[in-house]
């Protein structure tokens, strides 16, 4: 079976610090995986590794079966991220940023058009159409940032942090945006939010100092360490890790 | 040319329109400028025998000190997507090094020919209150003069929005505009002045972009070749030195 993304003993290294430290692991089409770990962890260097934003010192990824290290031009067009920052032409109207991404990504006007009205009618964004992105509240900025990802038509759609420093009512809004695209995109979302990841996830990875230390669907996870909730089972498995060492 | 770069182009076209400083600095100014100097001009004593600020003169100085606003404009576009994420998104996506190049270069040569329309109308309408009737064709030559001064002040606004942050670029814009209009003979006579400093202006391009507009504009198109060939020169070399730059700021940005 192909997978939508491979990482193969990926490791990423900054002069001495190593960001990810040799991890591996298989992310099935269609699924939306978390990845789970807090600040420094190395989540966003890994989706920045996968989407070409990085390099590996280590390591490859396989996307659709192409190599990140080799095939990055034919991997790109398949992907689309939402940045940790909200990342959106602040000049341009939500509208404009909608359209202006899909055209970048090949799509024709008509196309484009058609395309940003859908995402637009789902994101329940029609109030906004017109607001220029630098003036939208954090939530809707936020909003926007991930339409502008699907907008291109992925076939992988990273997510990183998408409910950072959002108020509880906006992230709430985001997680039912986020489950409604379950199952049509395959998803790689990162969080240090443990309610975040068990809302949310198919398959949950902890990660801890560049290391993958667990990976598995919630249940999976909490049968392992025994613990009733994700919260403690990521207590315990961080800990494990520090017992090693 | 590809799709991407008309795209990118325009986004970033919108994005300049939208800012009210490009009005200022990019259209406003270089006709305020010209009516302040005409004002000045009309106060000195013929017998001073002070010409640059004569509208014949004015009009290429001014237009060329309004092309050195436009080099700011690049520089703060390019510095400060280069701090915001958005650029680093598009990294993620099909656009390519040479594209990104292209796409802050044609919306900024867009505004940097309405801004020397304007210039020159402005000369006109300014000439017809001083008693000077331009020469048509003279005046549409010397606009074209500019062309290769132009690319220039953009290749050296790509340069430095790219290589300096957005703190630091702009200020050093200032500091070329500054020399730009000291060196270019805006503001005083080159020729009057002669020696090292003549000299210095011969070699640089800022003097040469002026000269040749201004010889153009007094119909003596043979001299304004050579200040045209030096100018460029030096605009073949700053833009393949800022494409070159970019490209690389952006692979190591990738690492
Ligand atoms: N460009 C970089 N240069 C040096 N160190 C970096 C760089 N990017 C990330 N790091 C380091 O790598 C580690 C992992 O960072 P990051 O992937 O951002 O973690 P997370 O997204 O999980 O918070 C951190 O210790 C961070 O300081
Ligand atoms: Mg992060």
Not at chain 2, 61 to 85: E, H, Q, Y
Not at chain 2, 128 to 144: A, E, K, R, S
Not at chain 2, 217 to 230: M, N, Q, R
Not at chain 2, 231 to 239: D, H, L
Request: proline share 3%; aromatic share 8%; net charge neutral.
């Amino acid at each position: 079976m192909e997978y939508a993304i491979e990482i193969k003993n990926l490791s990423k290294s900054f002069s001495s610090k190593k960001a990810v430290d040799d991890i591996s692991c298989k992310i099935e089409k269609g699924q939306l995986f978390s990845m789970l770990g807090v600040n420094g962890a190395g989540k966003t260097t890994t989706i920045r590794l996968i989407t070409g934003l990085s390099k590996p010192t280590g390591g490859d990824v396989l996307v659709y079966g192409k190599s990140v290290n080799s095939q990055m031009e034919e991997i790109k067009p398949l992907l689309n991220l939402s940045p940790q920052e909200n990342a959106a032409a602040g000049a341009l109207t939500v509208w404009e940023n909608l359209v202006f991404m899909a055209r970048l990504y090949g799509f024709s006007k008509a196309d484009a058009e058609k395309r940003a009205r859908k995402l637009v009618e789902d994101f329940s964004m029609e109030s906004e159409l017109n607001t220029k992105a630098k003036t939208l509240s954090g939530g809707w900025q936020r909003r926007l940032s991930i339409a502008m990802a699907l907008v291109t038509d992925p076939k992988i759609l990273f997510l990183d942090e998408p409910t950072l420093g959002l108020d509880v009512l906006a992230r709430r809004e985001l997680w039912t945006v986020i489950r409604s695209l379950k199952g049509k995109v395959t998803i790689v979302l990162t969080t240090h939010y443990m309610e975040e990841a068990e809302a949310l996830s198919d398959r949950i990875a902890v990660m801890t100092k560049g290391k993958i230390r667990a990976e598995g669907t919630l249940d999976e996870l909490l049968s392992a360490t025994g613990a009733p909730n994700l919260e403690e089972a990521f207590i315990k498995i961080a800990e494990e890790d520090k017992n090693n060492v | 040319m590809s799709d991407r770069v008309m795209i990118f182009s325009q986004r970033n076209l919108k994005e300049l329109m939208r800012d009210p400083l490009s009005y200022i600095f990019c259209i406003g100014f270089p006709v305020v400028m010209l009516i302040v100097m005409t004002a000045v001009n009309e106060s000195i004593p013929p017998q001073a025998g002070m010409t640059v600020f004569q509208i014949q003169n004015l009009s290429g100085g001014i237009a060329v000190f309004g092309l050195s606003f436009v080099m700011l404009f690049t520089c703060m576009t390019v510095s400060k997507d280069r701090s915001g994420a958005f650029l680093r998104r598009l990294y993620a996506s099909p656009l390519k090094g040479a594209e990104y190049v292209s796409g802050y270069t044609l919306p900024v040569m867009v505004i940097a020919a309405v801004q020397t329309v304007i210039t020159a109308a402005a000369s006109v309408v300014i000439g017809i209150f001083q008693d000077y009737t331009f020469d048509f064709v003279g005046l549409i030559c010397g606009m074209l003069m500019l062309i290769p001064i132009a690319v220039m002040f953009i290749g050296l606004g790509l340069l430095f929005g790219t290589i300096f942050n957005e703190k630091a670029a702009p200020g050093l814009c200032s500091i070329i505009i500054s020399l730009a209009a000291f060196l270019g003979g805006e503001w005083m006579d080159i020729e009057a002045m002669g020696g090292t400093i003549k000299k210095i202006c011969d070699i640089l391009p800022f003097y040469n972009g002026v000269k040749a507009m201004r010889f153009c504009v007094a119909g003596e198109f043979s001299e304004a070749v050579t200040p045209l060939l030096i100018t460029a020169v030096y605009a073949a070399a700053v833009f393949v030195l800022a494409a070159v730059c970019f490209s690389k700021k952006m692979k190591s940005d990738i690492r």
